[in-house]
């Protein structure tokens, strides 16, 4: 255990950045990408162990991003949504708890995009599936995934010229139109009827009976 905390204790100010990592992870929407923030640092400070800024990312991510499901699960399926649409909802958990291979791996192989993940885990809050079910493989896809962008991100910084004007145009683009579907998603995925989704194989408008 000491070895580990002398490891991240060559990261400068590495409480402040868990901290910082943890916050942009609660946030539901409109938070820079952990995987930028960490390339940044990564340009910034090239000494650092790679290993070691994953490895505070990743668990800072992880345990924010399973308090912004506790949140979703706790103000908008406790306070926001009708009997029925937590019912409807409920199909969902009864699925994954029978294929919980299947919700492992998707959350796994997820966690190794650049995808954001808010949509995943506000939209995961709203059932009453365990958390632990997907904080795991979502920690060990962003371990992998962090260091991978950390590692390769100056390189291809240098490539694409991610200093013009057009290039950071293009990535600002991609967040805020990502970031604005939230809500629409979100919603869509309350109203969509799940057990027929399941048991029927097609995808309806939910309506309540």
């Not at 943890?22 to 923030?37: E, H, K, R, S």
């Not at 399973?66 to 969902?92: C, F, H, M, Q, Y």
Request: hydrophobic share 55%.
């Amino acid at each position: 255990m000491s070895s580990i905390a002398e490891y991240i204790g060559q990261v400068p100010h590495a409480g402040l950045l868990f901290i910082l990592v943890f916050i942009l992870n609660v946030v539901p929407a409109f938070a820079p990408p952990t995987w930028i923030t960490l390339s940044f640092l990564g340009f910034s400070m090239p000494h650092v162990p790679v290993g070691a800024l994953a490895l505070i990312g990743a668990t800072a991510a992880t345990l924010g991003r399973v308090t912004l499901a506790k949140l979703s699960r706790a103000i908008v399926r406790g306070r926001l949504l009708d009997e029925p649409t937590r019912k409807n909802i409920g199909a969902i958990k009864d699925v994954l708890e029978k294929r919980r291979v299947f919700a492992f791996g998707t959350f796994l192989a997820y966690a190794f995009s650049p995808l954001p993940s808010n949509y995943l885990f506000i939209a995961y809050g709203l059932t009453t599936l365990r958390l632990t079910l997907v904080a795991f493989p979502f920690f060990v896809g962003r371990l992998a995934s962090y260091s991978f962008w950390v590692t390769t991100a100056s390189a291809v910084g240098d490539r694409l010229d991610l200093d013009s004007i057009e290039s950071v145009s293009y990535v600002g683009i991609y967040f805020i139109a990502s970031q604005l579907l939230l809500i629409p998603i979100i919603y869509i995925f309350t109203r969509i009827d799940w057990r027929a989704a399941f048991e029927e194989g097609r995808l309806r408008w939910f309506r309540a009976t």
